[in-house]
């Protein structure tokens, strides 16, 4: 599995509408397959119009956009870390995700049934996260009694886990999460990481709303709620309506544009949560085009070149010699390769060079 993003939240919340709408193999664009590879995963295009924009142009064989994966799990319940309802038993499925998307209710219905009966968005997030927090805690005490077994003798590395284990025990058993605990050393970090702590990970939030509420977006009562404690956790939030999303990837895609305009919306609603998910963990892509194919390639934000290449093969970085590179922006705007070169706008970049988001790379290697 390349990028996650792993989906929670309460049952009836609008998460598995969500979920269906991004991995509905309805929801294809142009050559993009949208697909799903398990019941709960879907792989998902990034939205990017620069890529569009090149398939357009180059007209390719074959087309590779940039993708997130989405895990959906069941919805979760007070409890669910001790086992309660069924998403206990799929809290694994999300331990590798890369990043989570909380979808909160903030739509007031009643012939939606909600667990508490009551809808308090606020509430339902304090629910989920404390779930989660509890389900780091019984992973982080495994973890300390087996460390602290294992320390009994010299083993220096089993001691360190005990320190960080201790640390972290008390920091969730005081209800605060993993995210923005740090540790100094590299067997302190590599203790941390293979903890695969859910509350480690970044979080943003998605407002599920009504479709008369959609115009409103953040200046809704509820979802004004969600954006504020949102913000006071440097988290983003995005306000969709599940059922418009549905809804959509319904529709013929030569009919989507309209429908989305008759609602006064630019774009649906799913492109806002992919791009937040991608953009939340400092991502950027980088392009290899030809007629054979276009492809969109995932590096994180100050990637050299040589790392960049071995995206594509290990032998691409172990025999960089350079990397010819134009910018999208230039490739676009001139039209062809040949333009480029004869304005002068295509670069040789040697080791050090850092890609820019939107490069169009050229290898150049040998092993």
């Known amino acids: 599995m390349g990028l996650s993003v792993g989906i929670v939240g309460l049952p009836n919340v609008g998460k598995s509408t969500l979920f269906n709408s991004l991995s509905s193999k309805q929801a294809e664009a142009a050559n993009y397959a949208f697909c799903t590879i398990d019941p709960n995963v879907g792989v998902v295009p990034v939205p990017d119009s620069r890529f569009d924009a090149l398939v357009k142009l180059f007209q390719p064989a074959k087309v590779v956009p940039a993708t997130v994966d989405f895990v959906d799990i069941a919805g979760l319940v007070r409890g669910a870390s001790k086992g309660e309802g069924k998403g206990n038993a799929f809290l694994s499925h999300i331990r590798d995700a890369d990043a989570i998307a909380h979808v909160v209710r903030c739509f007031e219905d009643e012939n939606v049934l909600h667990v508490d009966n009551r809808v308090d968005p ?184 040589p790392q960049a290449a071995g995206k594509i093969h290990s032998d691409f970085e172990r025999g960089f010699i350079r990397a010819e590179v134009i910018h999208c922006a230039d490739m676009l705007a001139l039209g062809s390769e040949a333009a480029v070169k004869q304005a002068g706008k295509m670069r040789l970049e040697g080791k050090e060079y850092v890609v820019s988001d939107g490069d169009i790379m050229h290898f150049r290697f040998n092993v």
């Open 122 to 305: 606020i509430a339902d997030i304090e629910t989920i996260e404390t779930e989660l927090v509890l389900k780091d805690l019984e992973t982080v005490q495994k973890r300390l009694d087996r460390a602290r077994r294992a320390s009994k003798g010299s083993n220096a590395f089993e001691k360190k886990a005990v320190e960080v284990c201790e640390a972290l025990e008390k920091r969730l058993d005081d209800g605060t999460p993993a995210r923005g605990f740090t540790v100094d050393g590299e067997d302190e970090q590599e203790i941390l990481r293979d903890l695969f702590l859910i509350t480690a990970k970044p979080m943003f939030y998605v407002c599920n709303v009504k479709e008369d509420q959609v115009a409103a977006g953040f200046d809704d009562p509820l979802v004004a709620k969600v954006k504020q404690l949102a913000d006071e956790r440097g988290a983003p939030a995005v306000v969709i309506s599940a059922a418009i999303e549905a809804e959509i990837m319904q529709l013929p895609i030569e009919e989507r544009a309209d429908f989305l305009e008759s609602l006064g919306l630019a774009e649906p609603g799913l492109h806002a949560v992919i791009q937040t998910g991608y953009r939340m963990l400092d991502l950027i892509t980088y392009f290899t085009c030809g007629k054979p194919e276009v492809h969109a390639w995932t590096i994180t934000r100050g990637t050299k070149a």
